[in-house]
């Protein structure tokens, strides 16, 4: 005796039965951007300047690396892999590429392990607008820094410049602070550490460091509260040319540094070296600010319900309130080309631009336009907001994280591939007493059926050798034949394997061999393939897609709930098919057949035949003999034929 025992296995995390499993879907991601390309940094392998967005070259980046953050510089580009390794493209007179060159790059090149321990994983990259250096954070709260140090902006206590990271000193900060965040500006740098304290280092023309002078700093500096209540916690923050801005995790925003266009938003130009208080201004009342970047000499801020406030310099439009004055206390970004009811989840600043990214992966952009930084195809600067456009991405493209540099922006993409899905389909048909056929369907999110490819194999060669597996059908619908050693008994497992190319949903099938004597087979609650050789078998198929045969025999079988194929053969078979749209040939022989619940179809064959069709819409066939059929509930849709009283 022979069966064949079927457990589902989905790719995709949807079903929750013992029989099902899955594979993790791949995120894939891609960087864009646009913009000036004099130096490279738009990082197509070219030097060409893109009035629309283009996809970033892989460069020296390894196949089917995962970017999963981005950051613009002032001509140049940094990017995060998951693995939590960066890359760069674009100038490098200053070295901040951290390649070990001076050499600009129009692709993507690894940053160099300098002085970073073997096996350290960066989490998080800043570039500074206009900027010339480059700042990263490891897993451990450490940071590092390369490039431009003239001001002491790497923070490692010189103002040498480095073209592979250095470490950023320890200055002021206590020992064991873990640094949580770095932002980079064009002189300076900030970080924020696990108890929402800031730090700050390099040029401090303007009280941009805010510890309360002007004083240049090379190792970094506590930021005092200076009119943030004692205790105050700081959650986000950004630098522009030569001030500061922070959020805190009451949704209040602080600025300190260079105000002489109104970008601390207090509603002066005065210059603070020590945080002020962003005003009100035309942010309604407890309005919970999320978000904020800062570009050279502006401001915006997101609120939790996606609307942008902005203030600062205007002369090109930045602000995005559809004049090109100046303000000094925040102002609504009004809508322009964004359709009403558009949420904003992300906002960038460039140097004289801003960007932003809605909830549904679509780029908006503001502003300086005359390098084509907002990717509208056009050179117009504009006052309010405009759409990038997206005619060079696939369609569905989602972008998930926006940046904005001196001239240029950059986007990064993610998309899902789904593994393969594969299932077995009611159905199928007995080949032999050691072969079947069962129904499967395949399916991807992404790859059309027809391009699917399905494989086996057997973990047992003795019983299921790989040879005797085969498949047809196309498409979505699929069959797969086994063929058992039919001089073995044994059990082994057959992995139905479909791919797409790139990734792979599987089926386990279990192989049950018997032998040619009285066997009592069970099944599993999943789709089960059941042959009973010759002999008087006892089968419970259980619940499932199962398809039985009996052969010859007096023989026994239960199906069980599910949709059931069984085949009594030769003897005498009581089958009971049990709830589920069941086919039930009894074969020659004296035969009791039972459907239960569902469409069943009953076919006698020769013999005395006792049919029951239970409740559904049942078809009986009783063939040669003296036949009874019962239909516990008529009028259901049953028909018979003309040997049936």
């Not at 457990?7 to 791949?26: D, E, I, K, N, R």
């Not at 209540?229 to 500061?244: D, I, Q, Y």
């Not at 479909?498 to 061999?513: H, K, M, N, R, Y």
């Not at 069984?566 to 459907?595: F, K, Q, R």
């Amino acid at each position: 005796m022979l069966a064949l025992v079927l457990g589902v296995v989905s790719a995709l995390a949807a079903a929750s039965t013992a029989q099902t499993a899955w594979a993790q879907p791949l995120v894939r991601s891609q960087v864009w951007a646009w913009g000036y390309n004099v130096f490279g940094q738009v990082g197509d392998g070219t030097t060409t300047s893109s009035i629309t967005p283009v996809q970033v070259a892989q460069g020296a980046m390894p196949a089917g690396t995962r970017v999963v953050a981005i950051s613009a510089g002032g001509n140049h580009t940094v990017a995060l892999d998951a693995n939590g390794q960066a890359w760069t493209w674009g100038q490098n007179n200053s070295g901040q590429l951290g390649d070990g060159s001076t050499t600009s790059r129009t692709a993507p090149v690894q940053v160099a392990q300098g002085a970073i321990p073997a096996g350290t994983k960066l989490i998080a990259v800043a570039a500074a607008v206009g900027g010339e250096h480059t700042v990263a954070l490891d897993a451990d709260g450490r940071a590092w820094a390369w490039g431009n140090n003239s001001f002491g902006q790497l923070g490692d206590g010189s103002t040498a410049n480095s073209t592979v990271p250095v470490q950023v000193a320890q200055g002021a900060m206590p020992s064991g602070t873990k640094l949580t965040a770095v932002f980079a500006g064009r002189f300076h740098t900030l970080a924020l550490d696990t108890n929402g304290r800031m730090w700050a280092w390099g040029n401090n023309f303007y009280g941009q460091l805010g510890d309360g002078t002007t004083a240049t700093r090379t190792s970094p500096v506590q930021v005092t509260d200076g009119a943030m209540p004692s205790g105050t916690k700081l959650v986000a923050v950004s630098a522009g040319w030569g001030h500061t801005v922070a959020l805190d995790s009451e949704g209040h925003a602080w600025a300190w540094g260079n105000n002489a266009y109104g970008q601390l938003g207090n509603g002066t130009h005065t210059g603070a070296v020590t945080p002020v208080q962003v005003v009100q201004g035309a942010i309604p009342d407890g309005t919970r600010l999320t978000r904020i970047s800062a570009g050279s000499f502006h401001t915006v801020v997101l609120s939790d319900d996606g609307h942008a406030w902005a203030w600062g310099d205007n002369y090109d439009g930045e602000v995005g309130d559809g004049t090109g004055i100046d303000r000094s206390s925040p102002v609504a970004v009004v809508q322009g080309a964004m359709p009403e009811g558009t949420k904003l989840i992300a906002i960038a600043c460039g140097d004289f631009h801003t960007m932003a990214l809605d909830e549904d992966g679509q780029a908006w952009g503001w502003g300086y336009n005359l390098d084509s930084q907002l990717g509208d195809g056009t050179y117009t600067s504009r006052t309010s907001p405009v759409r990038t456009s997206q005619e060079e991405m696939p369609d569905g493209t989602r972008l998930v994280a926006i940046a904005a540099g001196l001239h240029h922006s950059v986007a990064l993409s993610e998309s899902v591939d789904h593994p393969p899905t594969v299932e077995v389909a009611p159905g199928g048909q007995v080949v032999s007493d050691s072969a079947g056929t069962v129904n499967l369907v395949v399916g991807d999110a992404e790859t059309p059926a027809g391009e699917l490819t399905v494989s086996a194999a057997s973990d047992d060669q003795s019983v299921v050798p790989d040879a005797g597996i085969s498949f047809g059908g196309s498409g979505a619908d699929r069959t797969m034949t086994v063929r058992t050693n039919s001089q073995a008994s044994g059990t082994a497992v057959v992995t139905v394997m479909v791919s797409d190319g790139d990734l792979t949903g599987t089926a386990t099938v279990t192989v049950v061999t018997g032998r040619s004597r009285t066997d009592h087979l069970t099944g599993t609650d999943g789709p089960d393939l059941i042959f009973a050789r010759d002999g008087n078998d006892v089968v419970d198929a259980r619940g499932g897609i199962d398809l039985v045969a009996a052969g010859a025999g007096n023989d026994a079988v239960l199906g069980g709930a599910g949709d059931d194929t069984i085949d009594g053969g030769l003897g005498n078979d009581a089958l009971v098919g049990d709830a589920g749209n069941d086919v039930l040939s009894g074969g020659a022989g004296n035969d009791g057949l039972v459907g239960g619940l569902g469409d069943d179809a009953l076919s006698g064959g020769a013999g005395n035949d006792g049919l029951a069709g239970g409740r559904g819409a049942d078809l009986f066939s009783g063939g040669t003999g003296n036949d009874i059929a019962i239909d516990f509930s008529a009028g259901e849709g049953d028909t018979r034929d003309g040997t049936i009283p």
